[in-house]
């Protein structure tokens, strides 16, 4: 069996699903740095082709676009198969280890807030939901 076919049949979708949701996906870190270092607030997805990103945290993230307050700019990066730009998403949380699925909020280049993949796995995507609502209500 090819394993590169049975990842890329995987990924796609995951992949597919968050455009469909609106969210820009960032696959260098040249695209990252400059995304995340502008002025205002984004929104980063981090996803992972685990069952809690596509039961939870996908779905959490496309509810995310209905909400009153909006950040300026959804985007996302995709653990595991780009690798340098999660990276460089990740060095901009500073204070927190590398986590995938999870979210994280960007206010004018710095984390305002995190929600990790502990916050995520195991919860409802309600719950991830009302973390990312007020954290958007916060800084937004």
């Not at 690798?83 to 909020?105: H, I, M, N, V």
Request: proline letters at 6%.
């Amino acid at each position: 069996m090819d394993f590169n076919f049975y990842v890329n049949d995987i990924v796609g979708p995951a992949r597919q699903e968050m455009e469909d949701a609106g969210y820009t996906p960032l696959g260098t870190p040249e695209e990252v740095d400059s995304t995340l270092s502008e002025d205002g607030t984004t929104l980063v997805m981090v996803n992972s082709v685990c069952g809690c990103a596509g039961g939870i945290a996908r779905p959490a993230a496309a509810y995310m676009k209905n909400y009153e307050k909006q950040p300026d700019r959804f985007v996302t990066v995709f653990a595991g198969q780009d690798k340098e730009a999660t990276d460089t998403a990740r060095s901009y949380f500073t204070g927190y280890a590398p986590s995938s699925p999870s979210f994280a909020l960007i206010k004018d280049g710095e984390i305002k807030r995190m929600v990790e993949r502990h916050e995520i796995e195991g919860h409802e995507p309600i719950e991830v939901v009302q973390q990312l609502e007020k954290a958007l209500d916060e800084h937004c």
